[in-house]
């Protein structure tokens, strides 16, 4: 296949490509090579759907949410319980699926950048779990700010490099660990943790993520017979959201909202709304819609969730709104403070910040719907890494 073609393979109509210097090319190309071999080995599959039941707790659940239901009068709520994996979060779908592809292409060196800390410490279980060498880049900015995370990423065995350069946050960890794949890619394997990045990492995300949708399909489908009318996920690259819709992508009835972080206003660096405020351009290697500065550098973002404060979103995404196919609303940090708050004393379940964006929009669109309608929220992770926050916010109030 010639280049060119193989290029197209990466693209979500305008949206996606590999737009890195020389240098990455042959890391990349490996990158796909090894997704080709494990794609389709049932061996893989059943290793990793093993390792998903017994070690994640899947299949999750999803919860027929009756109170909020009746609370807000309109239609029928169901929550897909990604809170209740091990860990906490969505992640560690994607990051077991690639680590375990790495060491079966015999690679034992993974590297990875994290910028809050949930992807370093997802990916660091998975090494240990595996008995993989695991580092962890990670800006010492965002080292002092969520010491705990580097802690805890410690405690399971990796290891966390300091990055010292610029304004020592997710950026800097980005480079440094692209600098480090494009020069040891035979012996390492770079994870990344959301649906975005050069191809072909949009494309093994969305696929080691849409676990959470082939489930939901089947259990929707078992507990009412038929198919929700919406799927509301939260977006910051788009991982959560991607694995929940693109099972549904040929059910044009389904409808999709992905929930971009709002802020506190739609000026540059009040918020990380990449559609809602964004436009299209290029960003770490792929072109997606993206917050760029008037020098096309990536520009500031801002939310009161640090797992969506990221200036672009993953291809498909970007694709999926060019097209039509789904909606993206900005939702404010004050309305998913909100929405924490609703769904812990209505439900008991405490959302993380990142998926209380989704819950605001499910508050707002659920009393303008008929009872016989079917919502389906992913709630991506846990909310008990937010209490500390979420109790100095409301102290202040
Ligand atoms: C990291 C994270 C997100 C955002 O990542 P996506 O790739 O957009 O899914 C959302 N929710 C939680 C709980 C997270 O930890």
Redesign the pocket.
């Known amino acids: 296949m010639s280049k060119a073609l193989k290029l197209q393979k990466g693209f979500f109509g305008e949206f996606g490509g590999q737009y890195v210097p020389a240098s990455l090319k042959a890391a990349l190309d490996q990158v796909a090579y090894f997704y080709e071999q494990v794609k389709e080995d049932p061996d893989f599959q059943e290793e990793l759907n093993n390792l998903l039941r017994d070690y994640v707790g899947r299949p999750s659940p999803l919860y027929y949410a009756q109170r909020l239901s009746k609370e807000l009068g309109g239609a029928r709520i169901y929550l897909k319980r990604?809170?209740l994996n091990h860990t906490?979060?969505?992640?560690i779908n994607n990051v077991l699926g690639q680590a375990l592809m790495a060491k079966r292409m015999g690679i034992r060196r993974i590297i990875a950048e994290t910028g809050?800390g949930?992807?370093g410490v997802?990916t660091a279980t998975a090494c240990a779990l595996l008995g993989l060498d695991c580092l962890v880049y990670m800006g010492t900015e965002d080292m002092r700010r969520q010491e705990l995370n580097v802690f805890r990423m410690e405690l399971l065995g990796a290891q966390v490099k300091p990055v010292r350069d610029g304004a020592k946050t997710l950026k800097e960890a980005v480079d440094a660990a692209l600098i480090d794949f494009a020069e040891n890619y035979t012996t390492t394997y770079y994870l990344l943790?959301?649906?975005?990045g050069p191809y072909p990492y949009p494309e093994i995300?969305r696929d080691f993520?849409a676990v959470i949708g082939c489930e939901a399909r089947e259990q929707i489908l078992e507990k009412e017979g038929r198919l929700p009318d919406y799927l509301l996920?939260?977006?910051?690259?788009?991982?959560?959201?991607?694995?929940l819709f693109a099972p549904f992508y040929a059910d044009k009835n389904v409808k999709f909202i992905g929930c971009e972080p709002g802020g506190t206003g739609s000026q540059l660096g009040q918020h990380a709304a990449s559609v809602s405020y964004g436009s299209p351009g290029i960003l770490h290697g792929f072109k997606c819609y993206a917050i760029l500065d008037e020098l096309g550098e990536p520009g500031a973002t801002n939310s009161i969730?640090?797992?969506?404060d990221?200036p672009g979103?993953?291809p498909e995404h970007s694709y999926y709104h060019a097209s039509g196919r789904a909606e993206y609303v900005a939702i404010s940090d004050a309305e998913a403070f909100q929405a924490f708050q609703v769904l812990s004393k209505i439900e008991g379940i405490i959302?993380?910040?990142?998926?209380a964006h989704a819950v605001a929009q499910a508050l707002k669109l659920a009393p303008t719907l008929d009872q016989e309608q079917i919502l389906i929220i992913n709630i991506?992770?846990?909310g008990d890494k937010d209490a500390a926050q979420a109790f100095k916010l409301l102290k202040k109030e």
């Open positions: 990604e809170d906490g979060a969505h992640k809050a949930q992807h997802a943790g959301s649906a975005v995300v993520q996920a939260c977006v910051g690259g788009g991982s959560n959201a991607i694995g969730a640090a797992g969506l990221y979103i993953g959302p993380a910040f990142e998926s991506s992770g846990r």
